[in-house]
């Protein structure tokens, strides 16, 4: 009997944490990003290379099925620094919508919910 070797299947789902406790300011929120993320060496912290970045993310590696990104502190980062913020909403709702649009879903969450305890 021959054995065959199933397909590869693309994972499933690939989750990213972005913690923005702290932060209040672009500076600060880029630099949290290049590090909550793992950005690649040639993200260039600023605006356009975020958007960049996160419309090629071969550097998550195989592409997924969907992607999630879960950002915390949202809500005080918008308070401290209402402009960036709008900025950055801007960057990431661009981005769900590029990956929407290549049959990838990317969902960004802003100040998910804490997850239940277990049990």
């Not at 065959?4 to 300011?25: C, F, I, K, N, W």
């Not at 401290?80 to 990838?104: C, F, V």
Request: with cysteine; aromatic share 10%; net charge neutral.
């Amino acid at each position: 009997m021959r054995h065959m070797t199933p397909p590869h299947s693309r994972p499933v789902r690939y989750t990213a944490e972005l913690h923005l406790d702290g932060v209040t300011d672009k500076a600060g929120f880029l630099d949290r990003c290049a590090r909550d993320l793992a950005l690649p060496a040639w993200f260039g912290r600023n605006w356009d290379a975020l958007a960049d970045v996160l419309t090629d993310l071969s550097w998550w590696g195989p592409r997924p099925q969907e992607y999630l990104l879960r950002v915390h502190g949202w809500s005080a980062f918008r308070r401290a620094a209402p402009h960036d913020a709008a900025t950055a909403a801007g960057i990431l709702t661009d981005t769900e919508t590029y990956w929407a649009s290549r049959g990838t879903p990317l969902t960004v969450v802003l100040d998910p919910l804490p997850a239940p305890p277990p049990g």
